[in-house]
């Protein structure tokens, strides 16, 4: 047969084979079809494309769902880019769902697809990181929290300086999001690992390239369908991952050979002089203590699991300080939100010590309001407390729904936070709305520090699997704002630089200027 027939017949084959997968794909996008579904129009291909559109759309196709059915206590069908079938759940439903073990509703399951656990290259399993969180990283970030507060203060300060800069005499502009990532790069990893690491400027830079890398990862690939295609996607995003983890890493080991070191000589009977307050020396000591195996793998292990732990605080705190930043300069001049926060941190930060004392904190109340509304106005995630559910019967929902076994559940974070019924004028940045909240007789009994979470303000989650670093989250940003606050001017911003949400993921602006000065010492 002459090669050009050959060459046909085989592009035709091809052809087939394509046309047949392509055609089972677009039909194989399965919705619960007893209950409602949202973002899908009459149009070809009607429900695959209403899959795509959701990944720039979901913020839209979640608040029409939610003002539709959530808002009436109704479940509801939200496409989604992964062809994933997802009911979500009304606000009313929260509780009950938090209280679900994880052999009915579980978390991993979702978090090895959305999260990409199961495609990066994370080199820890999924089942032990849990236990570590739990048991060992936990109490590290609660309890011993204080310990590195004094610490935490000072390497704010003096990268707030680097970065912001102190001239007196002239304005500058800055880039945002990247100034807000270095501070707080540094002040997280002062906070896990100490000096010197937090000023290496090798160390930073591979995290962030670390950061960003596993940033697109959890992003990108959460979002495609079809294995095959998550899988070719990590084959890329793996390579960068994988050098700058390799890079990061060779940094951190023998940083923890040394503070395991120390923890044995302590252990030992030895006296040390400067035994450093880091959460890795913490961490390192509970694991030391605790006769479970399951925390006790190895130096290259433990180094690892805090990497992938600063992998979530770091991106997600400057994001978050990030949004604070723009809303606060943004925000009707009426309100003199600037100059509240400026005479709140005159009022607290009196002496030198101030600053290191954790009873400091708990008088910014206008501050940690400030905090709690920009989380609640630009939270991270738009949808969030997603779980698959297990039994091979499906499970029923308190309003009688059955759902499938296999289908995601979760919850409209960013509609419950916008609803006039929990919040008035929900749309508005209003930053000292929950130090209100707080002198309110009619709320009483109610706690609104931004920490506590709830079934109405959901920007750490809620339940069991809620963050366990929102106490550092919310001592990182005070102990920020208040520097900056008392340091700097910042021209007030004319528009507000839009967010961009991608999936479930609501990204502030990372092309965001801000025009400083640094104020005249008096
Ligand atoms: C403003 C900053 C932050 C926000 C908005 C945030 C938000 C969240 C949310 C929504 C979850 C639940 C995710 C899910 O269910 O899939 C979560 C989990 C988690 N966060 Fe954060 N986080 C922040 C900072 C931090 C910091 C600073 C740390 C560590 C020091 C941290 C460590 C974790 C860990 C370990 C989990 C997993 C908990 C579990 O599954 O039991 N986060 N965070």
């Known amino acids: ?41 009459e149009e070809f291909f009607s429900k695959f494309r209403a899959s ?43 509780s009950w769902l938090i209280r679900q073990s994880d052999g009915l509703l579980s978390q991993s399951q979702v978090r090895k697809e959305r999260n990409a656990i199961a495609y990066l290259s994370m080199g820890v399993d999924y089942k032990a990181t849990m ?21 935490v203060f000072d390497e704010i300060r003096v990268s707030v300086d680097d970065t912001f800069g102190l001239d007196e005499t002239t ?86 050979a040394e503070r395991i070191q120390q923890v044995q000589r302590r252990e030992a009977g030895h006296t040390l002089e400067d035994e450093p307050e880091d959460f890795a ?63 709140e941190a005159a009022s607290t930060f009196t002496t030198e010590q101030a600053w290191g004392d954790p009873t400091s904190l708990q008088n910014l109340t206008c501050t940690d309001s400030a905090i709690r509304e920009g ?5 991270l995630q738009i949808r969030g407390l997603l779980r698959e559910v297990m039994p091979k019967n499906g499970i029923t929902l308190p ?13 409209p974070l960013q509609a419950v936070h916008m609803d006039e019924r929990f919040y008035t ?22 706690r609104f520090d931004a920490t506590q979470t709830s079934d109405k303000f959901l920007a750490f989650s809620y339940g069991r699997h809620a963050c366990p670093g929102r106490w550092l989250v919310a001592q990182m940003l005070k102990l920020l704002i208040a520097y900056i606050t008392l340091h700097y001017d910042i021209q007030p911003l004319e528009k507000r630089p839009l967010n961009t949400v991608f999936g479930d993921t609501n990204i502030p602006s990372i092309s965001a200027t801000i025009r400083v000065r640094r104020r005249k010492a008096s």
């Open 52 to 94: 795509v559109r959701q990944i720039s759309h979901s913020l839209e196709t979640l608040s029409h769902g939610y003002t539709m059915y959530g808002k009436h206590g109704q479940p509801f069908v939200m496409p989604d880019p992964s062809l994933q079938s997802q009911v979500i759940l009304p606000q009313e439903h929260i």
């Open 399 to 411: 309003d009688g729904t059955h759902i499938a076994r296999g289908t995601w559940v979760g919850v």
């Open 375 to 379: 989380l609640r106005r630009n939270g």
């Open 1 to 41: 047969m002459e090669t050009h027939l050959v060459i046909e017949l085989l592009g035709f084959v091809g052809l087939v084979f394509f046309g047949s997968f392509l055609h089972r794909w677009l039909y194989s996008v399965k919705l619960e079809t007893h209950l409602p579904v949202v973002g899908v129009r």
């Open 131 to 151: 236990a570590l969180i739990d048991k060992i990283i936990n109490p590290c970030l609660q309890r011993k929290l204080n310990r590195v507060q004094a610490n």
């Open 425 to 446: 004028k929900p749309e508005m940045f209003d930053p000292f709305r929950f130090a209100r909240m707080r002198t309110d007789p009619a709320l009483e009994g109610e």
């Open 171 to 256: 304005w500058h502009e800055l880039r945002l999001h990247e100034s807000l990532q270095t501070i707080i790069n540094r002040t997280g990893t002062r906070a896990f690992f100490g000096l010197p690491l937090c000023r290496n400027h090798n160390y930073l830079h591979s995290l962030k390239r670390f950061i960003l890398s596993m940033g697109a990862g959890t992003l990108i690939i959460g979002q495609l369908p079809l294995w095959l295609l998550r899988s070719l996607a990590a084959s890329v995003i793996n390579i960068p991952l994988r050098y700058y983890k390799a890079k990061v890493l060779k940094m951190l080991l023998p940083i923890f």
């Open 281 to 343: 020396t913490q961490i390192i000591k509970l694991v030391a203590n605790t006769k479970d195996g399951t925390y006790n793998q190895g130096l290259d292990y433990l180094a690892e699991q805090n990497l992938l732990l600063s992998f979530a605080a770091l991106s997600s705190t400057a994001a978050a300080a990030t949004n604070l930043l723009l809303d606060i300069l943004y925000c009707a001049p009426e309100l003199n939100a600037y100059e509240t926060l400026r005479s």
